[in-house]
């Protein structure tokens, strides 16, 4: 298979990203609601981004029936810009959440103020304590963990003017990989579409599901159509 498959994978992937939108909760205030399925114990953690506060909440679910208005409660709040003034990262919009139970994280993925400039995934403990960052692409746009919880993996939308969507006035995406299984590294690894130069257009990666293994990630492209496969384990795109 290719990098780019216009075919019934796109449809695939497609149903499992519209399967996984579900779980998002859009609220009158323009929060975003992201959760880890419970587990059996019953309780889990429920990350919730408030886009006008440039906050995250922690939020822990507790053991009890889902009507029940006494089963969650707000752990903690974050204040993002002071984390990331604090720490030497720029905090434009944080634009997704993802939790992991294993490796006891939350993982955010920040966008820089500048729409030209990097990315940064933040690593957050389950009690709010900062565990650390990484660079990655520009304007990282989803995040998620692997199957087995030893890789984050951004898709990077790529420099663009704000509020503009014509063509030409955007970059090629890219996407990045952070092997977390010995811990969180010193950087990640950004890998970008340069093979493609000159065989398709801008390719700005919009979605990411992985593979039960957690060997290969697969990225849905926007205007494109197509999917880019990823090689976790090698961290590139598979071409022919």
């Known amino acids: 298979m290719g990098i ?11 149903a499992v990203m519209v399967l996984g939108a579900a779980l998002w909760i859009q609220t009158v ?14 309780y889990g953690k429920i990350c919730r981004i408030s886009h006008e506060e440039q906050s995250v909440d922690l939020i822990s679910m507790k053991a009890g029936k889902s009507e029940d208005k006494a089963g969650s ?16 990262f720029s905090c434009g919009a944080v634009a997704d959440v993802a939790v992991n139970k294993k490796q006891d ?22 009690d709010g304590t900062f565990k650390g960052m990484l660079e990655c692409g ?28 014509k063509d030409g006035e955007k970059a090629q995406g890219s996407v990045t990989i952070a092997n977390i299984s010995n ?43 197509g999917v880019a496969i990823l090689d976790l384990e090698k961290e590139c795109f598979r071409v022919r």
């Open 183 to 225: 811990g969180i590294p010193s950087e990640a690894k950004i890998v970008t579409f340069d093979k493609l130069d000159g065989q398709a257009d801008v390719l700005e990666p919009e979605s990411i599901t992985v593979s039960e293994d957690s060997k290969t990630a697969y990225i849905t492209l926007g205007g494109e159509n």
């Open 29 to 42: 205030y323009g929060a975003t609601w992201e959760a880890e399925a419970q587990n059996r114990e019953g």
């Open 73 to 88: 409660e707000k752990e903690i709040r974050l204040p993002m810009q002071a984390i990331a003034e604090a720490n030497g």
């Open 105 to 126: 994280l939350a993982v955010l993925a920040v966008q820089a103020e500048d729409y030209e400039a990097g990315g940064t995934i933040v690593f957050i403990g389950s």
């Open 138 to 165: 520009v304007q990282p746009d989803m995040i998620t963990f692997t199957p087995d919880g030893n890789y984050v993996i951004t898709a990077d939308k790529g420099p663009q003017k704000k509020g503009s969507h």
């Open 4 to 14: 780019l498959q216009k075919s019934r994978l796109v449809l695939l992937v497609t």
